[in-house]
């Protein structure tokens, strides 16, 4: 009998607290572990990441100065088949959280440049507002996967260009009814899906 490992995902949830962007997070993951991929979340709330200060130890020594919760990140990046980067819109774009994890991933740059090429990456941005900030927070994601190796994935046209993207309104209950939302989430897990079974 032949034995086929499960594709790994791993989602990230950039979010300080434990809200509505774990909760949309969440509920994709549970989706794909429905559909036989093995999922795992790092969710940054009570988690400590710190900025990269620059020191550029990691060139030198091929990881980083910096003792805290990365290594959990810097694992899951690296045993991923696909990778769900899952933000709050702060300011317009990705959350300071969400940029020290992509800052921080330089010192797997410094150990080999194309470590994470060829990985499947989709983006989940959830902003307060309808027209917040969430393109650009997708195209902050989508610039971090290209700088990368890592093949972006949309949903295609009609609500899902660049991403699924949500209008939480600052409340649970109102992002569990964002049904345009949820539908762009799912065109977007549609392709994340077809991709990872066509690449990997
Ligand atoms: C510092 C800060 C900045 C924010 N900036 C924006 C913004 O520019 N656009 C927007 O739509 N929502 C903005 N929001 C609202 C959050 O994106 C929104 O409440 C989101 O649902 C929070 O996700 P969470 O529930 O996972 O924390 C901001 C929230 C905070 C705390």
Redesign the pocket.
């Known amino acids: 009998m032949v034995v086929v490992d499960k594709m790994k995902i791993f989602g990230i949830?950039a979010?300080?607290?434990?809200?509505?962007?774990?909760?949309?997070l969440n509920h994709a993951l549970n989706i794909l572990k429905d559909n036989n991929f093995d999922c795992d979340m790092f969710n940054t709330v009570g988690k400590s990441i710190k900025p990269c200060m620059h020191c550029d130890y990691c060139l030198e020594n091929k990881k980083c100065i910096i003792e805290d919760d990365m290594d959990e990140v810097y694992n899951g990046l690296l045993n991923a088949d696909g990778i769900i980067l899952?933000?709050?819109?702060?300011?317009?774009?990705i959350?300071?959280n969400l940029s020290a994890i992509m800052d921080r991933t330089r010192a797997l740059e410094a150990v080999d440049y194309n470590i994470l090429r060829g990985k499947i990456g989709m983006s989940i941005a959830?902003?307060?507002?309808?027209?917040?900030?969430?393109d650009f927070a997708h195209l902050s994601n989508i610039t971090y996967f290209m700088i990368h190796g890592i093949i972006p994935v949309s949903g295609g046209p009609f609500g899902s260009n660049l991403g699924a993207s949500?209008?939480?309104?600052?409340?649970?209950d109102d992002?569990k009814n964002d049904s345009y939302g949820m539908e762009s989430l799912n065109r977007t897990l549609f392709e994340f899906q077809n991709f990872l079974n066509k690449y990997i």
């Open positions: 949830c979010s300080p607290r434990e809200n509505t962007t774990s909760y949309v899952a933000t709050p819109v702060q300011s317009g774009s959350s300071s959830v902003g307060g507002d309808r027209t917040g900030g969430q949500f209008w939480s309104n600052d409340s649970l992002i």
